[in-house]
């Protein structure tokens, strides 16, 4: 059982950055693939971007390439998303997600634990 909680979300202006975190428990986080997920208002919730458990192979939503970096510290069990550049369309609800498994996946339903999630908005 891996427990997710997020951080980091916020109000900011177009072209402002955020950081997000996402702190996970139990004592073989290397061993998961890692992923942020966002839903806005009416919206389904779509894939951000998706990091593998050594963190050598990463995988991004054509919208945020470029703009968007996931990272991950597995000695303090964290996964990242630094959100530069950011859009209006960008506001959304940011989850983090985890899935024990190799490489990336884009799959919503490929990934086993979810956080609770952290808003975020970007005003015009």
């Known amino acids: 059982q891996v427990q997710l909680v997020e951080s980091g979300g916020g109000l900011v202006q177009t072209g402002g950055s955020l950081r997000l975190s996402c702190a996970a428990s139990g004592r073989t986080f290397s061993t998961y693939r890692m992923g942020w997920f966002r839903q806005a208002p009416g919206k389904e919730r779509e894939f951000v971007a998706s990091?593998?458990?050594?963190?050598?192979?990463?995988s991004y939503q054509d919208s945020v390439k470029g703009r968007f970096t996931i990272s991950r510290d597995n000695a303090k069990n964290t996964v990242y998303l630094q959100m530069n550049g950011l859009k209006p369309e960008d506001t959304a609800v940011y989850y983090c997600a985890a899935a024990i498994g190799w490489g990336t996946s884009t799959n919503l339903r490929s990934y086993n634990y979810w956080g609770q999630g952290t808003q975020v908005t970007v005003s015009s």
């Open positions: 990091i593998s458990g050594s963190g050598g192979g990463t």
